[in-house]
């Protein structure tokens, strides 16, 4: 087996799913499990790279080798990525991060029928991490996910340039089995050069390996 182009360097992965406090006990939040950036992750430190696994809500055992910071937010996740960036060589935002919070959280919990109901909840927008990477990059190579239901790679090329990646790993989450929470997905893979690659349904751990593969290649 040839070393990997990734032995030692800093790879960042972002996994799990942000979550918005709407008071206390409240949140916006989405379905993702981290399975996903995990399996990259546990790939990555296979592959001899350093990597800082930003985790957002998720309960996957860690993975071994790497370092495992803990997020709750969108925007904390934002600031551990930040953090990181400028010494880092890929990033991987394989997180599921809400696009949308309240305008307000509460610090104590909304009674229902309080005067501070919660029918009508404020939401106000996160910042796309990816795309700000986007605009900061010097050599880092960036690789985002798009999860869809209808046009995969037209969606998929669209992201590609809106945010300035250097790859997008798309799955049809309509599919049944794949994608969220799912152990199994299936992908196709787009970047600005090279031809599209297609990863048929397999598990995450043996699909995760072969994305490490096409990106140590590519860096
Ligand atoms: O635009 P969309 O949410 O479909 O893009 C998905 C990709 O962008 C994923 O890689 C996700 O981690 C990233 N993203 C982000 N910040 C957001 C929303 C998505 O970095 N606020």
Partial sequence: LSESNLKNKNVVITAGGTREAIDPVRYIGNNS???MGYALAQAAAYAGAHVTLISANSHQPKPNGVKLVPVTTAKEMQTAVEAEFAKTDVVIMAAAVADYRPEE???HKIKKDSAESLEKITLVKN???LATLGQQKQNQ???GFAAETTELEAFAQTKLKAKNADMVIANDVSQAGIGFNSDE???VVISA????VVLPKAPKTVLAQKLIELIATRI
Avoid at 193 to 196: G, H, S
């Fill in 193 to 196: 050069d090279e031809a599209k």
């Fill in 141 to 143: 190579f960036l690789v």
């Fill in 105 to 107: 959280t509460f610090d």
């Fill in 33 to 35: 499990s981290g399975k």
């Fill in 127 to 129: 910042p796309d991490i």
């Fill in 185 to 187: 997905n299936a992908v």
